[in-house]
């Protein structure tokens, strides 16, 4: 039960912004945190893509919640982000977690193909 006392202590608190503004400026904070942590990401990881796919596929992520204009969502993502960010930087993610991040289209992105395009007929 220490650990978990630990664990607690070390949580720090979500944000909250008190306008709009802060809160984009804080999802483009993120954006930036996330662009200047690929270099450190292939190199603890051993990923093999180069920075420019990983730069495109953190943007696409971005881009899909451009949209997103109230704060409190903005919060949230931004939380989410931050989060995901500190434990892939702290390591505490495997290298299969961020190597599946990577490999994921997403999904607004993705075209089907004729086999998906048949299951989707046969679910139907």
């Known amino acids: 039960m220490s650990s978990n006392m630990q664990a607690m202590k070390q949580m720090r608190p979500a944000l909250v912004s008190l306008t ?4 984009r400026r804080r999802c483009f904070k993120l954006y ?3 662009i ?16 420019s ?3 495109t596929r953190i943007r696409s992520n971005f881009v899909e919640f451009e949209d997103v204009k109230e704060k409190n969502q903005l ?9 995901e960010l500190f434990d892939a930087m702290s390591l505490l993610k495997t290298r299969s977690h961020v190597v599946n991040y990577f490999d994921t289209q997403p999904i607004s992105n993705k075209p089907v193909n004729e086999t ?5 007929k046969f679910f139907e």
């Open 75 to 83: 919060d949230r993502l931004a939380f989410i982000g931050e989060t």
């Open 20 to 23: 709009n503004q802060q809160a």
């Open 53 to 55: 796919e990983m730069r």
């Open 116 to 120: 998906e395009k048949l299951l989707n």
């Open 36 to 51: 200047r942590s690929i270099p450190h990401l292939i190199q603890h990881y051993n990923l093999s893509y180069n920075m």
């Open 32 to 34: 930036r945190n996330c």
